[in-house]
């Protein structure tokens, strides 16, 4: 029995294709996302911000001056009654001083507002703190809801605030 080359040839060629194995393809790579906050980059919150707020005590005023540094936050906060002398418990209990701390991480933003009882505040027995969570963040306007206690009204369950800067 005689093989012509071109038949060997094409004998090896189609034992030597059905004998190796392919590549394995690469394992498919898992994306990598980060969050980001639009327009914002490190040190971005750090300045002064103004705005307003609303819980059950009624309606208030907020200035924050905040310093960030990396993802973390700090800085001085004054909680103002949006009316003073309207006369009512909320009134005098938000004329506070106090300080902000926190952190802006993968586009979250999560905050601890507190005002501590004592010092020269018109009500010094009572102190503030309140915590919010937020993605709620454009370029110079941060909108959240928050939540916290008082020592002299009890728990807050339904803030909502919106500062600008």
């Given amino acids: 029995m005689t093989i012509s080359i071109p038949l060997l040839a094409a004998a090896i060629l189609i034992t030597t294709a059905c004998s190796s194995s392919a590549p394995?393809?690469?394992?498919?790579?898992?994306?990598?996302?980060?969050?980001?906050?639009?327009g914002f980059t490190s040190a971005n919150l750090t300045g002064t911000w103004k705005g307003t707020g609303d819980d059950a005590q009624g309606p208030e005023t907020f200035t924050w001056t905040v310093t960030q540094n990396g993802d973390q936050l700090s800085g001085a906060v004054v909680l103002n009654s949006a009316n003073p002398d309207d006369g009512s418990c909320g009134s005098c209990h938000k004329q506070k001083t106090g300080t902000l701390s926190g952190t802006l991480s993968n586009g979250a933003l999560t905050l601890t507002l507190d005002f501590p009882a004592?010092?020269?505040?018109?009500?010094?027995?009572?102190?503030?703190?309140?915590?919010?969570?937020?993605?709620?963040?454009?370029?110079?306007?941060?909108?959240?809801?928050?939540?916290?206690t008082t020592t002299c009204e009890g728990p807050i369950t339904d803030g909502t605030l919106t500062v600008t800067r």
């Fill in 118 to 148: 004592g010092g020269s505040d018109i009500t010094p027995l009572c102190g503030i703190t309140m915590h919010t969570t937020t993605r709620d963040i454009a370029a110079g306007r941060i909108a959240a809801s928050y939540t916290g």
């Fill in 24 to 38: 394995n393809p690469a394992a498919p790579s898992t994306p990598t996302t980060t969050t980001t906050v639009p």
